[in-house]
């Protein structure tokens, strides 16, 4: 598999949120998360809409609209798909912060566009 972007920003806006993203077919898929990211805890991940590949490394002031606030990035590197499925994505990270293979899961009691964020324990 060839190594993709992986990139998690942190956005203070109106809520403080960081926001995951994974380049996929010629866009960065993205979720919203509500806590930092662990290497050790789930989190809640809510789905958000398509970024430009070009976003990846963007960090500054978004200075009005949806989104408002301050911009950095909080992890960067590359991921490998290992499945990515309706409902289901699994990932290997490789970045400064995140590394090793996380899964991002939708539960089906779960409302629309909520998944779970976690690492997979090592073998
Ligand atoms: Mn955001």
């Not at 809520?15 to 806590?35: C, N």
């Not at 400064?96 to 976690?118: D, S």
């Amino acid at each position: 598999m060839v190594p993709r972007i992986y990139v998690i920003h942190e956005h203070s806006a109106t809520k403080l949120h960081w926001d995951l993203r994974l380049e996929r077919s010629g866009a960065l898929k993205s979720w919203a998360i509500a806590k930092e990211p662990s290497r050790t805890e789930k989190r809640l991940a809510v789905e958000t809409t398509d970024h430009a590949l070009a976003y990846a490394g963007f960090e500054g002031e978004i200075k009005e609209g949806y989104g408002k606030g301050s911009v950095k990035i909080w992890d960067s590197g590359t991921y490998e798909e290992q499945e990515w499925k309706p409902g289901k994505i699994v990932v290997k990270i490789n970045g400064r912060k995140l590394n090793g293979v996380y899964v991002l899961i939708r539960p089906k009691t779960f409302e629309i566009g909520n998944w779970l964020f976690f690492r997979k324990k090592d073998d």
